[in-house]
């Protein structure tokens, strides 16, 4: 499938936002890569030109309202009307939240979710005047069960959650064309892990089944391609588990991560406390979008499959039933 749509992609120099920026070059997109490092959005533009597509390069802290509204105004010159908006950037901290200090509740806050808000107002001003665009914003099975030793990311995922209900209440009495769609995520094999501040006395990792990012961004560049995408989508079995189980259980989820979260997110390896990290400015390097896990990451998820190609299932489901009924019509 081939589309020519101008897209914008914050947090594009590693991960998943990487990744995305990849699978919308792959279909010819003309994509607007945002992130605090320039040399890393360098290499991800050179990769997106390998793939098909162009790339912008548009280095900035998403957590400046200015920076992001005016990289919406460059894009926009230089491309072209937007098309898609994708909201990835993020940043985090590991720790309990006894050891948490004020300031980097407030930085993930600025970044993970105050990010999404000024991502999506730049969206907004440019595509509700056309009645056209969408909004996709990049969520996380976290933004419903919270997990322990994530607090400041949980919180910020769950608030992105209630901003993106209000804004589709206001675009349905508006009568706006406008799409927002959420993309909730598994846990991934991204760089995320290797630089993300951390107070735990083992490296960080993803909580298994862990999935590699092209997996999730295939789905985000099918809702960018629908007409009318979901409200929700949901990428692989452990999200889908994730979410039902706080809609029936959550007090078991509670006992249970409480018992198995801590060890599940860290390695056997120890992990210094003077690393690098990103939270207050980007680790240098070229970067990519997988991160440490390529040996224990699954490249295909049976979940996301049956959810994209649902229209198949159904159909061959009608069939089989008429030549069934069929079959037992001539029988009698």
């Not at 908006?85 to 993020?90: F, G, H, L, S, Y």
């Not at 959810?307 to 009698?332: E, P, Y």
């Amino acid at each position: 499938m081939k589309f020519d749509q101008v897209v914008m992609v914050t947090g594009a120099s590693a991960g998943l936002g990487r990744a995305i920026a990849h699978a919308f070059a792959r279909r010819g997109a003309r994509i607007g890569l945002i992130a605090r490092n320039r040399e890393a959005l360098e290499a991800c533009r050179n990769e997106v030109q390998r793939l098909g597509g162009v790339g912008l390069v548009l280095p900035l802290d998403v957590s400046d309202a200015a920076a992001v509204d005016a990289a919406a105004s460059q894009i926009e010159d230089t491309f072209g009307p937007l098309d898609v908006w994708v909201n990835d950037a993020m940043v985090s901290v590991f720790s309990p939240v006894h050891e948490m200090k004020a300031d980097e509740y407030k930085r993930v806050t600025e970044v993970t979710y105050l990010g999404y808000v000024y991502g999506t107002m730049a969206a907004l001003r440019r595509m509700r005047p056309r009645d056209r665009g969408t909004i996709i914003q990049v969520g996380s099975a976290l933004s419903v069960r919270s997990i322990p030793l994530q607090s400041a990311y949980c919180a910020a995922k769950h608030a992105i959650l209630g901003f993106t209900d209000s804004l589709r209440c206001e675009l349905y009495h508006d009568h706006s064309n406008v799409q927002v769609s959420v993309v909730q995520m598994p846990a991934m094999n991204t760089m995320q892990f290797t630089w993300v501040k951390s107070r735990l006395p083992k490296k960080p990792q993803p909580v298994p089944p862990i999935f590699q990012p092209e997996v999730a961004a295939e789905v985000v560049v099918h809702a960018a391609a629908a007409e009318r995408p979901r409200r929700e989508y949901w990428v692989g079995s452990s999200t889908v588990e994730a979410i039902l189980g706080q809609m029936v259980v959550p007090g078991l989820l509670d006992r249970y991560l409480g018992k198995t979260g801590f060890k599940a997110q860290q390695t056997d390896a120890p992990d210094s406390p003077d690393r690098p990290n990103n939270l207050w400015d980007f680790v240098p390097g070229e970067h990519s979008a997988h991160g440490p896990f390529d040996d224990r990451s699954h490249t295909f998820s049976p979940q996301v499959f049956a959810d994209l190609h649902r229209g198949w299932f159904i159909g061959g489901g009608a069939l089989l039933l008429a030549a069934g009924v069929a079959l037992a019509s001539k029988k009698k």
